[in-house]
Each structure stands twice: as C-alpha cells, then as structure tokens.
C-alpha cells in the first residue's frame, strides 16, 4: 500500500528481544517509520535475537504488539536474525580467508587485567592485541573455546544525519572488536551488517547509543565489499536526573502506559513535540505527522521525560 515498486529508500525497524520497549524505542521507531514513510521507502522488520542469553520468551511478539499499538506498520514478514546463522557464517569465512580476523581467546578477565587506561563504561576496555599475532588459519590448532576478532586499523568518519559529522576514535573505543562470540555464536556487529546488506537497507536509524558501533560497522562493509547505508542517530530519552530510562524512572515500559489506558495518540503527540515537528504535545497519530516530519528539528540532546509529561499524557 505504501510502496511504490521504484522505492529506493530501505530501511528498518530492529527490536532486540532482550526486554520490553519502553518509551525512548517508541521515540527511535517513530522516527525511522516517519523517515520510511515520508519518502514512500519500504520499511522491513527484524528481530534481533541472536543474543541467545539475554533474549526473553514472548518479548518479540511483545514488541510487534507495542508496533502496532502506536500504529506503526512494516513491510512483509518480520526478518528473523536466528533463521540466517548461515548468512553469518559465510560472512564470517571471508573474513577468514582475507586474513581480517583472528581467533582470540582471552577472557573478558584477561582483558581487564592487561588494560592500563581507564575505558568507557559501555564500551569494556581497550583490546591489548594479546592473540592479534595469530593467523586464521591457527584456529584449527586451538583446541578451547575461541571468539573472532576484527583487526581495526583505522576509523570511518561519517556523516550522521541527525548527528553530523562523527568522527569517534576506535582504538580508545576498545579496538579490534568480536565479530563472532567465542560461544559459537555471531556477535551483533557482523550479524547487523550481513542483514542490514542483504536486505538492502539504505537508511538505518536507531538510538545513538549505537553511534560507536557505526564506524565498526563500516570497517566490515569495507571488508565485505557491500555498499554502507546512511546512518540517523536518534538521541536517547533520558529520566529527569539525566541518566538512561531505566526502573528507577518509574514503569516507562509501552505495555505499561498501554494496559493503564494511555492513548497512542497523546505518547504520539509527546514525542512528535520533542523531536520538534509540533509547538505543543497534542495527540496526533503517525500517519498525521508525515507532512511535519524532518530530521532536521530533532535536537542533538537527549530528551528528558519527565513526570509532568507522562501525566499530561494520561499516565498514572
Ligand atoms: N536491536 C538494536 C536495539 O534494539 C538495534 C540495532 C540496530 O538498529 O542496528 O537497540
């Protein structure tokens, strides 16, 4: 309904099932529908649940309810990231063969026992190159268990469309990075950038806590020869103290404000407000917003939600 057969825009909805959708995933997902459906693109769903401890029964569908609660549809049937191991695995070979990762089998212990500088909270420390002299093909000969590593030698800069020009420092980001866990399993970098190629994706928006991950994303498209997409860093929505949504701000979670009777419409109208497509948080529904929609008048900032706004949208 929405596509024309000659869209060129691509791009994605990605819940992770490790937990519920809270308010600042409705915030991200609101503005990648407006930015697909804005330029009459395809927007594709996936589910990104390789991360096989932490994924929660019944939280993806949990999540395609939250989707369509606030309206916001997709294209085709939901992409499933572990039904394509096998894509990974290929991926994963020729890097292999080209000599661009290596087995590596420290521990997280290891690591943080050789790091000398102090290191970003999220991000662990910096990779001191401890099994960076071996070549893939040792692998064979390691007999334990062993994760796969990407030699970073350098750092994309990019232009963000919300963001800007980024340029981020990989080396002090942790350096050579795991492609594939030494649990046998491929890490998020490489599974996100096999999909995000195969599926055609030319636009990825998502939460800017992923903004470090993107020049490792664009070593592997390098590495694999496949065309990078352009990249829109939504900020997150933080709780009044400045700290990421999290228990502690209350119940942000969309099932939550569903189950209390919270219309779509008024979450809608609230996060329109804050990403500056409205001058007052009035409800509105998605399709509604497409005329205001722009990249250009979401803030860099973070938004801070606050208990005023969740009441003023019906919310406890
Ligand atoms: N699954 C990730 C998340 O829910 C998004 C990954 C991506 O968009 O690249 O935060």
Redesign the pocket.
């Known amino acids: 309904m929405h596509n024309s057969p000659l869209a060129t825009h691509h791009s994605?909805l990605?819940?992770?099932p490790?937990g519920a959708q809270h308010v600042g995933?409705a915030r991200?997902y609101l503005v990648a529908w407006l930015a697909a459906r804005s330029q009459s693109g395809t927007l594709a769903l996936?589910i990104?649940d390789i991360d096989s401890p932490r994924t929660k029964a019944g939280a993806a569908e949990q999540a395609l309810a939250d989707l369509r609660w606030l309206g916001l549809d997709w294209d085709g049937e939901p992409v499933v990231q572990t039904a394509r191991v096998p894509l990974y695995e290929d991926a994963l070979r020729a890097l292999m063969q080209n000599e661009l990762v290596y087995p590596c089998m420290c521990s997280r212990t290891d690591i943080l026992n050789a790091a000398s500088a102090p290191h970003a909270e999220h991000e662990g420390p910096t990779y001191p190159g401890t099994c960076a002299g071996r070549s893939a093909r040792d692998a064979a000969t390691l007999g334990v268990p062993y994760a796969w590593r990407f030699r970073v030698a350098e750092s994309p800069v990019f232009e963000d469309r919300i963001v800007g020009r980024t340029a981020l420092d990989l080396q002090s980001l942790g350096g050579d990075f795991v492609v594939w866990k030494n649990a046998g399993t491929p890490a998020?970098q490489l599974a996100?950038v096999v999909d995000?190629a195969k599926m055609g994706i030319t636009e990825?928006?998502?939460?800017d806590?992923?903004l470090p991950?993107t020049p490792r994303?664009l070593l592997l498209y390098h590495a694999l020869k496949f065309v990078p997409p352009q990249f829109a860093h939504v900020p997150l929505v933080v709780g009044e103290d400045g700290r990421r949504l999290a228990k502690r701000h209350g119940d942000t979670r969309l099932s939550a404000l569903r189950e209390t009777g919270v219309r779509p419409e008024a979450l809608l109208g609230l996060l329109a407000w804050s990403c500056g497509w409205l001058d007052r948080a009035e409800p509105v529904t998605a399709r509604e917003l497409l005329p205001h929609f722009s990249f250009e008048t979401i803030p860099r900032r973070p938004f801070v939600l606050t208990a005023n706004h969740l009441r003023a949208i019906g919310y406890r």
Not at 204 to 207: A, C, F, L, S, Y
């Open positions: 994605r990605a819940p992770s490790t995933n991200t996936r990104e998020y996100v995000d990825v928006v998502r939460g806590d992923l991950s994303q």
